[in-house]
Nanobody, 115 residues
Framework: QVQLVESGGGLAQAGGSLRLSCAAS????????MGWYRQAPGNQRELVAF?????SRNYADSVKGRFTISRDKNMVYLQMNSLKPEDTAVYYC???????????RGQGTQVTVSS
């Protein structure tokens, strides 16, 4: 069973930056797809970005040009620049065999962006 542990959330001002990290344990192999979801109070969970083991990336329209996902083996990172108050949410790391089966298993890390 793969376990995911996020870190790096916190408080930032609008226009600022934060970097999230996620460590996956319990898999001896490279996890095919890793990514990030977020959920703000009252909102549906949103897939923010994902990256394959081959390095292919995909972003939600709301974060394109501002967020960058990267990975190193079974570590995944989310560099968030030009933050906006609407980026405020709990961010969850996810892993799966395909992008369609990404499962946000982590406990989440809070990101709060003040205006």
């Amino acid at each position: 069973q793969v376990q995911l542990v996020e870190s790096g959330g916190g408080l930032a001002q609008a226009g600022g930056s934060l970097r999230l990290s996620c460590a996956a344990s319990g898999s001896p192999f490279s996890i095919p797809v890793m990514g990030w979801y977020r959920q703000a109070p009252g909102n549906q969970r949103e897939l923010v970005a994902f990256i394959t083991s081959g390095g292919s990336r995909n972003y939600a329209d709301s974060v394109k040009g501002r967020f960058t996902i990267s990975r190193d083996k079974n570590m995944v990172y989310l560099q968030m620049n030009s933050l906006k108050p609407e980026d405020t949410a709990v961010y969850y790391c996810a892993a799966g065999m395909t992008s369609a089966t990404l499962n946000p298993r982590g406990q989440g890390t809070q990101v709060t962006v003040s205006s």
